[in-house]
């Protein structure tokens, strides 16, 4: 079965940017969705963007003006997100969760595989 990894994760100064990417094992057929959860240890997970097929995004308003997300579906690349002007508040453990197609026959049949990423961390100085 296919399985999400993040990557892109790191230390970073505040005010600095990094760009996370949620990467299948394997190629995939279609993407309907992606979130970003971000979670830190003791806390639950948090949204911090979704994105959908065609384009549309929202944000935790802790994400809005600084974060992009965006579906990518090339080179495995599933989604990406661009995060800027990084604040101590962000560091974090990112996980992707896709809503997919692996295979042509399941887009077809509008079968829906959930699957989770297992997060890269991110983490923000002063």
């Known amino acids: 079965q296919v399985q999400l990894v993040e990557s892109g994760g790191g230390s970073v100064e505040s005010g600095g940017s990094l760009t996370l990417s949620c990467r299948g094992s394997?190629?995939?057929?279609?993407?309907?969705?992606v979130t970003w959860f971000r979670q830190t240890p003791g806390n639950q997970r948090e949204l911090v963007a979704s994105?959908?097929?065609?384009?549309?995004?929202?944000y935790a308003e802790s994400a809005k003006g600084r974060f992009t997300a965006s579906i990518d579906n090339t080179e495995n690349v599933v989604a990406t997100l661009h995060m800027t002007k990084l604040e101590p508040e962000d560091t974090a453990n990112y996980l992707c969760?896709?809503?997919?197609?692996?295979?042509?026959?399941?887009?077809?049949?509008?079968?829906?595989?959930?699957?989770w990423g297992k997060g890269t961390q991110v983490t923000v100085s002063t």
């Open positions: 394997e190629s995939i057929y279609w993407i309907y969705s």
């Open positions: 969760y896709a809503a997919l197609a692996p295979s042509f026959y399941e887009y077809g049949q509008r079968q829906q595989t959930h699957l």
């Open positions: 994105i959908a097929e065609d384009g549309s995004a929202n």
